[in-house]
């Protein structure tokens, strides 16, 4: 743009940033509604009659007289007091509807009561932004209409409903809340497949939704497959739009959500009858060879077997139930349309509380202490232990480890590795090098915080006796102990095998002991020198621990240092093993003289 002979930069055009959010909530909500083929909405709630406002209104305006607030700059506040409060009347009988919400608000923001905005703001605002799209009624209106209203219910005209729960302006006069209408609704099988419905409330917390709407459901019988709850607290931004499109998107999406786990749920219920039953088909013959002999031959634990043959024929049960094409036709409707509607920008976000999508891949990614070492897990590839102040995973090969019916492990193996575990920032775990990359791996741990990481550091490998590790197995607690007065192990919990395994143990840890005993009656001046030798000797070659203290003062007690905490699964510790013995057998070149 030129002016005379100067030319002028072109004005850059600022974009409101809340404007632009609430235009695409807005735009958002219209289609959530359109998609689920809902004509409107219909918000009952006790501050959404302007009418019974008004006594609300003169009351908050008497109240500030003496104040005279020159924020709330709509009244004369120097009138005489009677002139002043019929001129606070005329101001609100000669304003329009509109006109009375933004008076309504802005002495609400004034008092800068949170709690009481919350749960304001919504119906007195959300009429000026969804126009036709939106009903506002108040208790006693909804009574009134009510008849009318659902008459008008079709599968191509649904309505979605917000109740507050309470109703503390206008009470209706039998008391009943938000919740006990919702409940009429829901429980009308004439309207009910014509409706979804929620709770829009200021008491509870957007992150408490979910469970309040378990609680509700529970305490007021209500069909959780058509009701939601949301929170007015998603209006303590000054851009509230997106809060409630969010909102809107979870209460649409709640019925396709639990019609889709109704259908996972009823595949996985068909498959876990038609296994047991089959289990319970298997000839006695059959049974045997499967559980017990082939586990007693691989020296494999039966459980472990009938787990892992409940799993191949539930799996291969449910993959049959799939095969009809109207099954998998329903499923895919419902992803379907939970997709649809989850693709739409509401330009507001949700905090999504994962504790229950954490807690279900660590059961996937790791057996925990309390199951692992009281049912007496055997000692398996992936193990993590406690050594003194020190993490640790044992590699192994599974089936050098695995013990044989004789308690012995094959060609007398009784070797593996220990590698050290660590936990770092990952942004130094980013700025490492090829070459250092190539000595570790990464651990899975979701219980992790955000910016750490779990690594193996196959570098610091050594070479270990299995056999203070075997302790553990027989013991609650999971700590490396045993009691040397029980040359036998008698417990009926624990796999023969391993009982076999307890004598070897026995027989070395008893001659361990004899070594300290002896030890301790030496009164040479320079006994330390065999300090090392005593203490640490074969048994515990490789292992960075202080046994000094390992046997009780009777001597017929030893306890070390080490407990299991957990065990790292397939395919996960395979995937470690793997990557480790590729350390291993990594290949060496003669520097480069040319450089």
């Given at each position: 743009?030129?002016?005379g002979?100067?030319?002028?930069?072109?004005?850059?055009m600022?974009v409101?940033?809340?404007?632009?959010?609430?235009?695409?909530?807005?735009?958002a909500?219209?289609?959530?509604?359109?998609?689920?083929?809902?004509?409107?909405?219909?918000?009952?709630?006790?501050?959404?009659?302007i009418?019974?406002?008004?006594?609300?209104?003169?009351?908050?305006?008497?109240?500030?007289?003496?104040?005279?607030?020159?924020?709330?700059?709509?009244i004369?506040?120097?009138?005489?007091?009677?002139?002043?409060?019929?001129?606070?009347?005329?101001?609100?009988?000669?304003?329009?509807?509109?006109?009375?919400?933004?008076?309504?608000?802005?002495?609400?923001?004034?008092?800068?009561n949170?709690?009481?905005?919350?749960?304001?703001v919504?119906?007195?605002?959300?009429?000026?932004?969804?126009?036709?799209?939106?009903?506002?009624?108040?208790?006693?209106?909804?009574?009134?209409?009510?008849?009318?209203?659902?008459?008008?219910?079709?599968?191509?005209?649904k309505?979605?409903?917000?109740?507050?729960?309470?109703?503390?302006?206008?009470?209706?006069?039998?008391?009943?809340?938000?919740?006990?209408?919702a409940?009429?609704?829901?429980?009308?099988?004439?309207?009910?497949?014509?409706?979804?419905?929620?709770?829009?409330?200021?008491?509870?917390n957007?992150?408490?939704?979910?469970?309040?709407?378990?609680?509700?459901?529970?305490?007021?019988?209500l069909?959780?497959?058509?009701?939601?709850?949301?929170?007015?607290?998603?209006?303590?931004?000054?851009?509230?739009?997106p809060?409630?499109?969010?909102?809107?998107?979870?209460?649409?999406l709640?019925?396709?959500?639990?019609?889709?786990?109704k259908?996972a749920?009823?595949?996985?219920?068909?498959?876990?009858?038609?296994?047991?039953?089959?289990?319970?088909?298997l000839?006695?013959?059959?049974?045997?060879?499967?559980?017990?002999?082939?586990?007693?031959?691989?020296?494999?634990?039966?459980?472990?077997?009938?787990?892992?043959?409940?799993?191949?024929?539930?799996?291969?049960?449910a993959?049959?139930?799939?095969?009809?094409?109207?099954?998998?036709?329903?499923?895919?409707?419902?992803?379907?349309?939970?997709?649809q509607?989850?693709?739409?920008?509401?330009?507001?976000?949700t905090?999504?509380?994962?504790?229950?999508?954490?807690?279900?891949?660590?059961?996937?990614?790791?057996?925990?202490?309390?199951?692992?070492?009281?049912?007496?897990?055997?000692?398996?590839?992936?193990?993590?232990?406690?050594i003194?102040?020190?993490?640790?995973?044992?590699?192994v090969?599974?089936?050098?480890?695995?013990?044989r019916?004789?308690g012995?492990?094959?060609?007398?193996?009784?070797?593996?590795?220990?590698?050290?575990?660590?936990?770092?920032?990952?942004?130094?775990?980013?700025?490492?090098?090829?070459?250092?990359?190539?000595?570790?791996?990464?651990?899975?741990?979701?219980?992790l915080?955000?910016?750490?990481?779990?690594?193996?550091?196959?570098?610091?490998?050594?070479?270990?006796?299995?056999?203070?590790?075997?302790?553990?197995?027989?013991?609650?607690?999971?700590?490396?102990?045993?009691?040397?007065?029980?040359?036998?192990?008698?417990?009926?919990?624990?796999?023969?095998?391993?009982?076999?395994?307890y004598?070897?143990?026995?027989?070395?840890?008893?001659?361990?002991?004899?070594?300290?005993?002896?030890?301790?009656?030496?009164?040479?001046?320079?006994?330390?020198?065999?300090?090392?030798?005593?203490?640490?000797?074969?048994?515990?070659?490789?292992?960075?621990?202080?046994n000094?203290?390992?046997?009780?003062?009777?001597?017929?007690?030893?306890?070390?240092?080490?407990?299991?905490?957990?065990?790292?699964?397939?395919?996960?510790s395979?995937?470690?093993?793997?990557?480790?013995?590729?350390?291993?057998?990594?290949?060496?070149?003669?520097?480069?003289?040319?450089?």
């Amino acid at each position: 743009m030129k002016t005379g002979n100067k030319e002028e930069a072109p004005v850059a055009m600022v974009v409101d940033p809340t404007a632009k959010n609430e235009a695409q909530a807005k735009t958002a909500i219209l289609n959530f509604l359109t998609q689920l083929k809902v004509q409107k909405i219909i918000y009952v709630d006790d501050r959404c009659s302007i009418n019974e406002l008004k006594e609300a209104y003169i009351g908050k305006l008497k109240a500030h007289y003496d104040n005279k607030p020159q924020e709330l700059d709509f009244i004369d506040w120097e009138l005489a007091k009677p002139v002043f409060e019929r001129g606070i009347n005329k101001a609100w009988d000669d304003k329009d509807d509109e006109q009375r919400r933004e008076l309504f608000l802005r002495i609400l923001t004034f008092e800068n009561n949170s709690e009481e905005l919350e749960n304001s703001v919504a119906p007195l605002k959300l009429k000026d932004i969804l126009k036709d799209k939106i009903d506002l009624l108040s208790p006693t209106e909804w009574v009134a209409s009510k008849n009318n209203i659902t008459a008008a219910l079709t599968a191509d005209a649904k309505v979605l409903f917000l109740f507050d729960i309470e109703f503390g302006n206008v009470p209706l006069p039998d008391n009943r809340d938000g919740r006990d209408l919702a409940v009429e609704l829901l429980q009308d099988t004439a309207i009910s497949n014509f409706l979804y419905c929620g709770i829009f409330s200021h008491l509870f917390n957007i992150s408490e939704e979910y469970d309040k709407r378990g609680e509700y459901c529970r305490s007021h019988g209500l069909d959780k497959e058509r009701f939601y709850t949301i929170s007015k607290k998603r209006f303590q931004n000054s851009s509230y739009l997106p809060g409630l499109a969010e909102g809107i998107r979870n209460t649409l999406l709640i019925n396709e959500v639990e019609l889709l786990k109704k259908e996972a749920s009823k595949v996985l219920r068909s498959s876990f009858a038609k296994s047991i039953n089959e289990i319970n088909l298997l000839t006695p013959d059959s049974f045997n060879h499967i559980i017990q002999r082939s586990s007693k031959e691989e020296g494999v634990w039966e459980m472990n077997t009938l787990i892992r043959i409940s799993n191949i024929i539930t799996s291969h049960k449910a993959l049959t139930s799939l095969i009809p094409a109207q099954r998998r036709r329903r499923i895919n409707q419902s992803l379907e349309k939970i997709r649809q509607v989850e693709k739409i920008k509401t330009g507001g976000e949700t905090p999504v509380d994962k504790t229950q999508v954490v807690s279900l891949r660590t059961k996937e990614l790791y057996i925990e202490s309390n199951i692992l070492n009281q049912l007496h897990y055997p000692l398996s590839n992936g193990d993590i232990f406690k050594i003194q102040d020190k993490e640790y995973l044992l590699l192994v090969q599974p089936c050098n480890v695995a013990l044989r019916s004789n308690g012995i492990r094959d060609r007398k193996y009784n070797l593996g590795f220990l590698i050290e575990l660590e936990t770092i920032k990952r942004d130094v775990y980013y700025q490492y090098k090829k070459g250092q990359l190539a000595t570790l791996d990464v651990i899975e741990d979701v219980l992790l915080p955000a910016e750490s990481i779990k690594i193996a550091r196959f570098s610091t490998f050594q070479s270990i006796s299995l056999s203070p590790l075997d302790l553990a197995v027989f013991n609650n607690d999971g700590v490396s102990r045993i009691n040397l007065s029980e040359a036998e192990n008698q417990s009926m919990i624990i796999q023969e095998s391993w009982k076999k395994r307890y004598k070897f143990l026995h027989k070395e840890f008893l001659e361990f002991s004899e070594g300290i005993k002896t030890y301790k009656k030496i009164r040479i001046a320079k006994k330390d020198v065999l300090k090392n030798a005593v203490f640490q000797g074969p048994l515990f070659s490789g292992y960075k621990i202080n046994n000094e203290n390992a046997l009780s003062r009777s001597g017929k007690l030893i306890e070390f240092s080490i407990i299991r905490l957990s065990h790292y699964r397939s395919p996960y510790s395979d995937d470690l093993l793997q990557k480790f013995m590729q350390y291993l057998s990594r290949n060496a070149f003669d520097h480069d003289f040319s450089n």
